[in-house]
């Protein structure tokens, strides 16, 4: 299924113990390579968090998982608590979140549209939305089916009080700290006041002359990277290991998925659109907008173990080894929307 489709009724493989529990939460589950539009996803009650909801399962797997969570105006959240990793990214509103081990030490972290955070591991944590008249609306990718499919009891994960004061101890300024750069392109932090604005690095290697930053938060296993590329230009295709939920932050173009030796699928994009390459897929990303595309990818980082076994640098097409096709599709649609091509015709390897 395409473009978040709900699931539809019929004959299913034997459930896993993180699908029986997500078909107990009584949300919508959005399945397929990319939901369109984050903002105007339709949404359920959901009876944990106390506002509404909705999971996202893209790429066919259980590694790692999405959620929308939308808080109405002046409300708030049930108290949240749980045995894995959330990296949560604000779509819309302002709000605050507290979060604490010992009711006795809590912290407050105060959020707007596009804040990245996240809750250290196993803490317990509270929603709020500060805007009387707006609702605000939350993304999360956790690792819950990673750790629910291991455990295969989530009473376990939603109940365990065990505190892992070596990731969190609430320390003075564990959220107000700006950060640390603390390799090339890497930056550790424990709150992204608006990734939309935060400058980044070069990054020449994936071409497009764009720029790239990766955000260690939390101390978790799990990490996000930010990249943009000018307008009239687009990326160089690569693959890599399944879980990267790919977030349009600002821009208009569009995405290439394919295996090898198979038919292009392309995902047009736009601010709010989610996608996710599946395990091994080749993708692309061209920007065809008048103004810079910029995106978030939320992802595993060291879980994923099929990116460690191959090394740091993921399977790259250079451009002069891609399909002459590709540009030319490329320039067709940047004449559609009035953009000029900056990216030179590139120079094809021949046979």
Request: proline fraction near 6%; aromatic fraction near 12%; glycine fraction near 8%.
């Amino acid at each position: 299924m395409e473009d978040g489709e709900r699931e539809e009724s019929g004959w299913r493989p034997r459930e896993t113990p993180y699908q029986a529990w997500q078909k107990g939460e009584g949300i919508p589950i959005y399945r397929g390579s990319y939901v369109a539009d984050l903002y105007g996803l339709e949404l359920a009650p959901w009876a944990r968090a106390g506002q509404q909801g909705a999971f996202i399962n893209l790429a066919e797997q259980e590694h790692d998982d999405s959620y929308v969570l939308e808080i109405a105006p002046g409300e708030q959240t049930h108290v949240l608590h749980h045995l894995f990793e959330a990296t949560i990214y604000v779509l819309s509103g302002r709000g605050a979140t507290t979060i604490w081990q010992d009711p006795a030490r809590k912290q407050t972290v105060e959020w707007q549209k596009g804040s990245v955070f996240s809750p250290p591991l196993n803490c317990y944590y509270q929603h709020f939305n500060v805007d009387g008249r707006d609702p605000a609306r939350l993304f999360a990718v956790t690792n819950a089916p990673m750790m629910i499919n291991m455990v295969r009891n989530s009473r376990f994960v939603f109940n365990d009080t065990y505190v892992f004061d070596d990731r969190y101890a609430a320390e003075d300024g564990y959220f107000t700290d700006p950060g640390v750069k603390v390799s090339r392109n890497t930056w550790k932090t424990n709150f992204i006041a608006d990734i939309r604005a935060f400058m980044l690095d070069a990054a020449p290697n994936r071409g497009a002359g764009g720029g790239l930053t990766q955000f260690s938060l939390s101390n978790n296993g799990m990490i996000a990277h930010c990249s943009q590329f000018p307008p009239g230009t687009y990326k160089k295709a690569h693959r890599h290991g399944v879980g990267a939920h790919v977030v349009i932050l600002d821009g208009h173009g569009y995405s290439l998925l394919w295996f090898k030796g198979e038919e292009r699928r392309r995902v047009d994009w736009k601010d709010g659109t989610v996608l996710s390459p599946k395990n091994e897929e080749f993708h692309q990303h061209f920007n065809t907008g008048p103004v810079p595309a910029r995106y978030a990818a939320f992802r595993l980082g060291a879980l994923d173990v099929d990116r460690v076994s191959r090394g740091a640098m993921p399977d790259q097409i250079e451009y002069e080894e891609e399909a002459p096709t590709i540009y030319e599709e490329y320039a067709r649609e940047c004449a559609k929307h009035g953009a000029e091509v900056v990216l030179p015709r590139p120079a094809y390897a021949t046979v």
